[in-house]
């Protein structure tokens, strides 16, 4: 079955940079576009960055220039680099696979989610 495991996050200061890093397992990851979603509390969780079988990449705005997202289809590896992080950055940040090549056919499987905290 579909695994998705993530690693990385914890407490950085304002500024700062932290690298994630999402293990996939049980399907073929080279076919399918993936993402990097966040929540934080009390809040709705957000769509900040996907990437298609392609290379393709999309930012949310509000991470747009700071963070960025890579594939390794050979490791089966998804990360996010995130630099000049803010403290509204703090939420949980889960690592997602698409439902096919393209983002647009949206999510269907999550991973447990690891925390990111950014104090000012």
């Known amino acids: 079955q579909v695994q998705l495991v993530e690693s990385g996050g914890g407490s950085v200061q304002s500024g700062g940079s932290l690298r994630l890093s999402c293990a996939a397992s049980?399907?073929?990851?080279?076919?399918?576009?993936m993402g990097w979603f966040r929540q934080a509390s009390g809040k709705d969780r957000e769509s900040i960055a996907t990437?298609?079988?392609?290379?393709?990449?999309g930012y949310a705005d509000s991470v747009k220039g700071r963070f960025t997202i890579s594939r390794d289809n050979a490791k089966n590896m998804l990360y996010l680099q995130m630099n000049s992080l803010k403290p509204e950055d703090t939420a949980m940040y889960y690592c997602?696979?698409?439902?096919?090549?393209?983002?647009?056919?949206?999510?269907?499987?999550w991973g447990q989610g690891t925390q990111v905290t950014v104090s000012s």
């Open positions: 990437i298609n079988r392609y290379g393709g990449t």
């Open positions: 997602a696979r698409g439902r096919g090549a393209y983002c647009v056919q949206g999510f269907g499987d």
């Open positions: 049980g399907y073929t990851y080279s076919n399918y576009c």
